[in-house]
């Protein structure tokens, strides 16, 4: 009788992701919510940026091509809709990117480490988190003006500070482990165990909190859009597109309806990828 061996824990993982019918229907939602943002527009015969006052809050119509009408300027609002759908995507994608790079090498080397320089790094995030965010937004455009790539920055430099917190953790319980020791004790230098040993041991941790993350990023810029400290006219975002929806809901309701559809479907739709990926990496779960 041949002998039966163990699963791999990827394989286990990839299973039970493609067997959850709401991840599946996730992934599948928010990639042809990618192929409409990006492709959108181009099937459109209006830009995002053109003023037509004659055509000033009309309702979606399919004659005319205003698929989701007009806004109160005249600008069509599906396009505004699928480029503003970009920003977002855009700013939750690279602002995440920012936080899991930064997060990770400070909480995997304070931890790691330990002694006096994980006292130092631990106070400066303790520092950091103390600061108000929306004052640092605001100083950030005194300063520098009002740039999309400040939204980056701001974000990026403030949502790192609870991933590293949380690497910190795992890598504690990592340092630990009997190949950790084992490492030490043939002299692998710290950078290369913190590498090659402490890092991949933390991407099914780091890469649920990812799938989290992004929607948090995606609300706090639509909610500085929300505010007029997002993207400037004549870029948009959901948020500031909500933004301008709740001044005219009454009489032009679709300017809300559209793009806080394309913002609650899209967060709803993370939150279900990162609930999967929490369940499919959880090594408790793992099946033989």
Known sequence: MPKKFPRSFGRHALGTLLNDPSTVFAVTVLFVLVIAVIAGP??????????????????????????????????????RTMHGGRISLLVGIVATAVSLVVGVLWGATAGFVG????????????????????????????????????IFVAIGAINWLDMARIVRGQTLSLKRREFVEAAEVIGVPTHAIIRNHIIPNLLGVVAVYTTLTIPQVILVESFLSFLGLGVQEPMTSWGALVHQGTQVMEVTPWMLLFPAAFLAITLFCFNFLGDGMRDALDPRDRRR
């Open 42 to 79: 181009w099937i459109s015969d209006y830009n995002y940026y053109s003023i037509d006052p004659v055509n000033a809050s009309r309702p979606p119509s399919l004659s005319d091509g205003h698929y989701f009408g007009t806004d109160d300027l005249g600008r069509d609002l599906f396009v």
């Open 115 to 150: 002694g006096r320089l994980d006292h130092v790094m631990g106070r400066i995030v303790d520092v950091l988190y103390a600061m108000p965010f929306m004052f640092f937004v605001i100083l950030l455009m005194v300063v520098f003006g009002r740039n999309i790539l400040l």
